[in-house]
T-cell receptor
Framework: AQSVTQPDIHITVSEGASLELRCNYSYGATPYLFWYVQSPGQGLQLLLKYFSGDTLVQGIKGFEAEFKRSQSSFNLRKPSVHWSDAAEYFCAVGILTGGGNKLTFGTGTQLKVEL | KAGVTQTPRYLIKTRGQQVTLSCSPISGHRSVSWYQQTPGQGLQFLFEYFSETQRNKGNFPGRFSGRQFSNSRSEMNVSTLELGDSALYLC????????????????????FGAGSRLTVL
């Protein structure tokens, strides 16, 4: 069965510092990978996705992620964090099944930004 | 373009009652999925509907059910509520493309609503 691991439950960075959130997946076939962000009291917003091709994908809000098949990883990065980036971040693997799809999520990483 | 709309946003029920949550997808999106989010279990897939048919189901008891209408709007129902059903219930919609299941051209990429926060007392 597929699974997603986000090893860091909480991360604190200073505003302007770089950020890397870790994500490891376990899936036997070609992975479809996503990063979502959730602000307090809100739903999930898609940051970026990887299906195939270039292993470095660009997303919204200045985020990027790199797919590394050999390490089963899809880490999220941002060169300079803004206070508004404080939120919870979820990595997910998408499964095409039953004619449709479903996502398996990691447990999330709570990002705190110090001013 | 309006996003995914979920109603109600907040509700409180007591054990043993039932609840119905509603979801209106983005215009043109024909697939609707439901997820439950709790502090203990995280985000878990409930079910997915397309063309008024459930085509995927997660590992939840039969107390959890859903349906989809001809206009793609969806409802989910939880009967005989338990304390553990307290959660944020998230609905997501996605476009469907012809040619078989894939994520190409944005097909099956989920856009989530703000959720319905259910508290069971």
């Amino acid at each position: 069965a597929q699974s997603v691991t986000q090893p860091d439950i909480h991360i604190t960075v200073s505003e302007g510092a770089s950020l890397e959130l870790r994500c490891n997946y376990s899936y036997g076939a070609t992975p479809y990978l996503f990063w979502y962000v959730q602000s307090p009291g809100q739903g999930l917003q898609l940051l970026l996705k990887y299906f195939s091709g270039d292993t470095l994908v660009q997303g919204i809000k200045g985020f990027e992620a790199e797919f590394k098949r050999s390490q089963s990883s899809f880490n999220l990065r941002k060169p300079s964090v803004h206070w508004s980036d404080a939120a919870e971040y979820f990595c997910a693997v998408g499964i095409l099944t039953g004619g449709g799809n479903k996502l398996t999520f990691g447990t999330g990483t709570q990002l705190k930004v110090e001013l | 373009k309006a996003g995914v709309t979920q109603t109600p946003r907040y509700l409180i029920k007591t054990r043993g009652q039932q609840v119905t949550l509603s979801c209106s997808p983005i215009s043109g999106h024909r697939s609707v999925s439901w997820y439950q989010q709790t502090p203990g279990q995280g985000l878990q897939f409930l079910f997915e509907y397309f063309s008024e048919t459930q085509r995927n189901k997660g590992n939840f008891p039969g107390r959890f059910s859903g349906r989809q209408f001809s206009n793609s709007r969806s409802e989910m129902n939880v009967s005989t509520l338990e304390l553990g059903d307290s959660a944020l219930y998230l609905c997501a919609s996605s476009p469907v493309r012809s040619g078989g299941p894939s994520y190409s051209s944005g097909a099956n990429v989920l856009t989530f609503g703000a959720g319905s926060r259910l508290t069971v007392l």
